[in-house]
């Protein structure tokens, strides 16, 4: 399965550029990502934290609180 595809693959032309534009995206996703839980608020972690040990009041008050 995977001849067939690396095969069809060769035959477009600009095929170098797709893996690694997909890769650009994949690494900027998971930096940005990275960057956003550093920079968040430890109140706001324990809270997110606690979630699903608080039971379905807490949630729904919780999802109310981020509207």
Not at 22 to 28: G, Q
Not at 34 to 40: A, G, H, N, T
Not at 52 to 61: M, V
């Amino acid at each position: 399965m995977f001849k067939f595809i690396k095969q069809y693959a060769e035959t477009i032309d600009n095929i170098n550029i797709y893996p690694l534009f997909s890769l650009f995206i994949f690494f900027v996703f998971f930096v940005v990502l990275l960057v956003l839980v550093y920079k968040m608020d430890k109140k706001r972690v324990d809270m997110l934290s606690n979630i699903p040990l608080d039971g379905k009041e807490r949630a729904t008050n919780v999802s109310n609180e981020f509207n």
